[in-house]
């Protein structure tokens, strides 16, 4: 055997003794390990890990109450804290546009229940087997949202859904509110994603790259740690999704899109990355020619994005206060910047009088 054609790796008088030494080098070819001698004899031959990325083995924690256990579950727990980064950074572009500072809000009241239902529907539906099929867990199992399954485009058109319903009772500008949450909606997936993390799901399969992920299955309620590594399919689209939020609020601090264009880039470009990811997925899913459903939901989805940010132009939206009070007015960012500015001037203007008045 010839050892200079190995990667080589000295090891320590420790890992010697332990071996039953003496042994002078550890040599590493095809992820295997090798102990030699130093007469050049392997002697121990084994399977080695060189990098990975560990997997939870629990996504829950109790409170115990003394009368009561509260479950605190990470799947939950990551979904809040996306819809939060989502609202903080939607509210911000929405309130640089002249929406009042409540307005996300008051918005996310409705979309983020109707986004948890029309997710959950979406999965239950593309995933029949699970809940329908032999030994699957009925009515009850669908209503389990925390221990994950939900989807994308479910969670998208309900939050779509809710977020018209609020729009026209704030009598808001949907399109505006669509152009502002373009760059927290996908913030606010990458956050969210964790939560497959904790719950050991969405992987891809067997893979030997240092960044494969370990994965583990329950067992009679104890972790059981499955052979091999598997791509970590969440975290593509976690730093997938960074990029897109990063592409849209640059190109549309550079174009300025008005009238959804923004939303619709955002779109395209995770679609884009979500078909990718699709085909290495290797959860239960409904397959057609040969691709998961998703594959092909979000290449119409891509589509439809494309054809109407080709086909929809306009300028960017802006909003002040309708006379009486009552919403408020759709306008361009000209109007805009002179309903600022003469809203700013205003006290100055009305206070000078005021003081001469007193002098006088």
Known sequence: MKCSALERTNISGGLSAWLGGPFTTVNRLHGYAV???????????????????????????????????????????????????????????????????????????????????????????????????????????????????????????????????????????????????????????????LGNWFNNELYGGRTDLPWGLEVHRMSGGEPVLLEGLYHPTFLYEMVWNLGVAGLVYWLDRKYRFGRGRAFALYVMAYTAGRAWIETIRSDEALVFFGQRLNFWVAILVFLCALAYFLLRRGPRDYLVPAPGGEGYLTVTEEEFLAHRAAAEAGPQTTAEPDEASTKG
Not at 164 to 176: D, E, H, N, P, V
């Open 35 to 193: 102990a030699v001698r130093p007469h050049g004899v392997p002697l121990v031959f084994s399977p080695v890990i060189l990098a990975s990325i560990p997997s939870p083995e629990t996504a829950v924690w109790y409170v115990n109450l003394g009368f009561v256990e509260i479950p605190i579950r990470a799947y939950t727990l990551c979904m809040v804290a996306g819809v939060v980064v989502a609202s903080i950074v939607t509210s911000r572009r929405m309130r640089s546009r002249g929406a009042p500072p409540t307005a996300a809000l008051d918005i996310a009241v409705w979309a983020v229940p109707f986004g948890i239902v029309g997710a959950r529907l979406y999965h239950v539906v593309t995933t029949p087997e699970k809940y329908w099929g032999v030994g699957g867990e009925g009515i009850l199992g669908t209503l389990r949202v925390w221990e994950g399954g939900i989807g994308i485009w479910g969670a998208v058109a309900g939050g779509a859904l809710g977020a018209w319903i609020a729009c026209r009772q704030l009598k808001l500008s949907y399109t505006l509110l669509a152009d502002c949450i373009a760059v927290g909606l996908p913030l606010g997936q990458v956050v969210a994603r």
